[in-house]
DNA sequence: AAAACATATGATAAAATTGTGAAAATATCC
DNA sequence: GGATATTTTCACAATTTTATCATATGTTTT
């Protein structure tokens, strides 16, 4: 999966960089914007922004605009770094749709905790990644495999070569190109460790290990 | 904080033993009584009784009267346990002042489900954020854990890793990823700490440490 | 049908990962 | 400041996975 992208909006560039280095640490991708018009462009131009922090206080367009524009046409999360607690301007902003305040000075653990409470209640961590193909189930998210509804044991490198099969299934895939996609480029050994680890990945599947084929002078293929 | 006590009051034992079980389980704090007049006396001394479930067919003070004696004084929540639902009964309960009934018999669900709805309305429960798998409950705000009703000593770092997993169940994390969540941004130390913390979490969890499954060639997964 | 070649299989060796206990470093509490 | 508990590191054992190889089995070609 990819990184979770996060706008940062705020016209300091000491404090955009603050939060960026704090977010980039817990392995979120941060793309910073000095205004608010910086910042619509770049939202709605990347389409794929999951949060945007946006401070209140900014020359020109201030934070208070950019949150109503963005509302306009996105749902996404808004977090606004408030000078101080002003309670007044709290309430306009939860009517223009903020989800989130964070009043400067603010500890960094106290950001990445509100960040990810609501990238979680956003639904945007942690999506299962399955795969379904004939009565075999592959969970990349809790790592399992099911077969017919009962789970089965695979060691890493095995499951690892089926998930491949399964995002290739119906293509041919020669043994050189497996161990590109598989194993690690750095890797020069055998390509007959593969006939191996096919044969483990067959018995384990039992009847489903039919589902590999093998391709007589090329290489293997899944069908489903 | 300490624990929320619940005083049950039923003129069977055998039914208070129950009631209890399931709360304790669920790490409240059980006071029971046996009689009216006790229930009444234990009420007006301890003073921090959070919620009262009261059987309603007792010899000499029955429940209706334990009700009325108490709400003279106190808004304490009260549920009452009935034989099986005689409306009648029910109306006149409400002009006492009961919050909810529960007839018998009930499931042990049912019990614990209004019990909880209950609090949660009355403030008890202030954003308690507890949560409950397998038998293992624990309870952010308390910083405690209970496993099937006896409480476990966790260190800080063993009690984070334990909600992480929890919070994160079924879904395989990596080390690096346990690094990042359960220890500050700024810890550059050895991943192999995680695996110390991970014996000594399943060390104290006993039979129940086997819901940390390790994942090999990848990290560590709690199945509930 | 035999030769030539490719894949399957089982056993075994090598490598990598995790479990464990103890010691060292750190933090915390009197 | 010392005692205690927690956290981290480290070394080695135990375990699991992965790679290799020899051999068996199966395919294709001649």
């Not at 209140?56 to 000078?83: F, H, N």
């Not at 750095?186 to 290990?209: P, Q």
């Amino acid at each position: 999966m990819d990184r979770i992208k996060i706008l940062v909006v705020d016209d300091e560039s000491r404090m955009r960089k603050l939060v960026k280095d704090f977010l980039v640490k817990k392995n979120y991708e941060v793309i910073e914007a000095a205004d608010g018009s910086e910042a619509l462009d770049i939202f709605f131009d990347d389409r794929e922004i999951a949060l945007v922090i946006c401070d209140v206080m900014m020359p020109k367009i201030d934070g208070w605009q950019v949150c109503k524009e963005i509302r306009e046409y996105s749902k996404v999360p808004i977090i606004m770094l408030t000078a101080k607690g002003d309670e007044r301007d709290e309430l306009q902003g939860f009517e223009l749709g903020v989800d989130e305040y964070i009043s400067k000075p603010f500890s960094p653990k106290i950001l990445v905790a509100r960040v990810e409470a609501i990238l979680r209640r956003s639904n945007v961590l942690e999506e299962s990644e399955r795969m379904e193909m004939n009565g075999i189930v592959v969970d990349k998210t809790a790592h399992s495999v099911m077969i017919e509804g009962n789970p089965i044991e695979l060691s890493f490198k095995e499951f690892e070569l089926l998930t491949y099969f399964m995002e290739n299934a119906g293509i041919a895939l020669s043994r050189e190109k497996i161990l590109n996609n598989v194993w690690n480029y750095d890797y020069f050994g055998d390509a007959r460790t593969i006939d191996t680890h096919v044969k483990k990945l067959r018995s384990k599947m039992g009847e489903k290990g039919e589902c590999i084929k093998t391709i007589w002078g090329m290489g293997y293929k899944f069908i489903a």
